[in-house]
């Protein structure tokens, strides 16, 4: 999910749909860490959110695409859902 800073409000909207959990495999998402500053318990709450749904985080990789003066400010971060490797 590449949605230049949005991936926070739809994570939110994805929970309050109740799509992730028992729907989604695994997930790609880029992260802008950008925003931190203006909540970041807001931020911290949405990943480990995503951990308690069964969310394992399998890779991440720092995006080199430089941006605001030559620094990134995104990481891309791959979890797979593990309800669907160890079912129940």
Known sequence: MDVEESEWSALEAM?????LAEQVKQIGIEFH????????GRYFRIVTR??????????VN???QPIR????DCF???????KFVHPK
Do not use: A, C, H, Q
Request: without cysteine.
């Open 15 to 19: 929970f309050n749909e109740g799509v």
């Open 33 to 40: 860490t950008s925003v931190f500053n203006r909540n970041p």
């Open 50 to 59: 995503l951990e308690d749904l069964g969310f394992l985080k399998w890779k």
């Open 62 to 64: 720092w995006n080199m």
């Open 69 to 72: 003066g030559g620094i990134t």
């Open 76 to 82: 891309e971060v791959y979890y797979i859902n593990i």
